[in-house]
């Protein structure tokens, strides 16, 4: 072959390189999928690991009951292909947001079929006084990833979803769906040997945010300084907490991380009770797939500690 012969056979095949990559269709991008609180934001991560990441809208620091949007956030909703929340009983800041979402778009996680709720407590010490405040305007507990099942039910609808919108990936989001679900009944198995010894041991919560895992691991919550959590406790709840806490009824009171604990500290000062910390939000853990893990032993840990020697 001579050298004309061998340029134009060159410039031949740079042209059809050319043509087949313009014409070749671009590879799609992954869905664009934006989710409220950390934990939840955890399992999306996880179940979409090797294909995207998710966006989280609410750092760990604060509480989704009484969060206000950002310019930053609204541009991430409205670019998503997907907003995740838990629903308007905890996210109360996006409900008129979420109610002018196409429904295509949005996954609300309380509504799925099947998926384990509770009705609010309203016996004891976690009836709020005659006349105070909450009364009963108070509604479910809506921390519904706190019970595994409800967390691998989420993890399902994730993969399932997602697959809808990148069918490309959706045998990758099945197989991750998979091997979460597998860790998260490894989790399980842990924290029902870990808890065990203290079971039947009382205490008082900030608010009633963990019936779904004290149900699921048989534990003895016996009341809530609060009713709702948008809610301060008034007076006479206070006083009804402190007589009860003075009488020995429960052996530990926890706060919350986003809550100044100057209230339990009140409340238990004098007394024998202990206190501690329950973060049903993984405040101190870092996002990412392995986030919930960390935070369902985090939170049994607290509880482990405060009671274990009582």
């Known amino acids: 072959m001579n050298s004309s012969i061998s340029l134009q056979f060159l410039r031949r095949t740079a042209t059809a ?15 664009d999928v934006a989710v409220t609180i950390k934990p939840v934001h955890s399992l999306v991560a996880a179940v979409m690991h090797g294909a995207g990441e998710p966006y989280l809208l609410l750092p760990g620091s604060v509480s989704p009951h009484d969060y ?29 947001l979420a109610a002018d979402t196409p429904v295509a778009k949005i996954l609300t996680l309380q509504t799925l079929p099947g998926l384990r709720q509770s009705e609010p407590r309203r016996a ?11 009364g009963d305007n108070h509604h479910g507990d809506p921390h519904i990833w706190l019970d595994i099942d409800n967390a691998k039910m989420i993890v399902q609808a994730v993969a399932d979803r997602l697959g809808s919108f990148d069918p490309t990936e959706a045998s990758r989001y099945r197989h991750n769906a998979e091997q979460v679900s597998a860790r998260l009944d490894s989790l399980d198995a842990e924290l029902v040997t870990r808890l065990q010894p203290v079971r039947h041991t009382p205490y008082v919560v900030l608010h009633d945010a963990y019936q779904l895992f004290e149900n699921r691991y048989g534990l003895s919550a016996v009341g809530a300084i609060a009713v709702s959590p948008q809610q301060r ?25 986003q809550i100044p604990a100057k209230i339990v500290a009140t409340l238990s000062a004098d007394t024998a009770v202990r206190t501690g910390v329950l973060d049903p939000l993984g405040t101190q853990v870092a996002a990412g797939p392995n986030a919930y893990f960390a935070l369902m032993k985090n939170l049994a840990g607290a509880i482990v500690d405060c009671l274990q020697d009582n």
């Open 233 to 257: 406790a008034g007076a006479k709840r206070l006083n009804q907490i402190r007589n009860a806490l003075q009488s020995g009824t429960a052996a530990c009171v926890f706060s919350e991380p």
């Open 17 to 31: 390189i050319t043509i087949m990559v313009a014409v070749a269709p671009a590879l799609a991008a992954p869905p």
């Open 68 to 96: 206000a949007l950002r310019p930053s956030d609204l541009r991430h909703i409205r670019n998503a292909d997907l907003l995740i929340w838990v629903g308007p009983e905890l996210e109360t800041f996006l409900r008129k």
């Open 124 to 134: 004891g010490l976690f009836a709020a006084p005659q006349g105070s405040e909450g």
